[in-house]
């Protein structure tokens, strides 16, 4: 493995669901808006759009979409958790050159899809889900992080197994919590995420910090998994301040809301190869 395909590992844990396991919600959809920054420049670089299906209090779906910041699509990315909280199905698709990373359950096991651009056919691999440490992709590393964040604050150290879809293998990782803090006005946790081998020294790891009476992700740092018009991933920095959250129940206005109809329908990671109109998005404050 060279130093320039590493940063493919940190990426894997990002487009996070932001999943609310700690609040408890019922049947509706939540919206969560992130705002990404140039880590050196503090350049705003685009907006994160989540929007989360729950059933029963459980988060079944969950649709992202990126944004430039003059509101034009980046990416989008689709997940179905079904009875795999930490490792979903989901697909992620960038609209400006058809690059594509995607994981799905198969009677053989977990199968991991990578696809260089529109033009190009897709190369896959199946890994095995089952494992001494529990197995973790995409965005259910933040369902993992809530989940076992009581541990990690007994324990300060935790290690899982990440399937990275755009090296076609699963590594393990280690994430090591740092520091008390607070941040956006909460009281919270920061923690590290690196490599579990040597190669962590070759490179830097990322850092999140979740609001320990929530659960909530409030930051993300680190290498991002949305590119710039040069192909190059960002490193950045995702803020999700608590007031950019908003729950809304299942009932008559929900088909107004945007990706309902999508979630609803079960289209999970499959949703159709044409990006939400930014137009329908919330608009946010810099």
Known sequence: MTAALIPLLFIALFGLPLSCLAQGYDNGLLEIIGKAYDQKTGQFIYTEHHLQMYNDGELVR??????????SALATKTLDYGNQPFAPAFQLQDWRDGYLEAAEYTDKG??????????????????????????????????????RLPNLMERGLQKFRLAVAGRLASYGFTARLVERTTLFGQQAALIRVELSNLLSLLVDGIDITYALESGHLLRYSGISNIR??????????IDFPPEQRRFNPIGADAEGTPGYPALRNGSGAGFPDTPVDPQTLPSTPD
């Open 62 to 71: 969950h649709h992202v979409e990126y944004q430039k910041p003059d509101g």
């Open 110 to 147: 977990y199968r991991l899809k990578r696809r260089d651009r529109k033009s190009a056919p897709a190369s896959s691999k199946l890994i095995d889900p089952q494992g001494e440490l529990e197995l973790v992709s995409d965005a259910g590393f933040d369902r993992y992080v809530q989940a």
């Open 228 to 237: 710039d018009d040069n192909g190059v991933r960002y490193d950045a920095r």
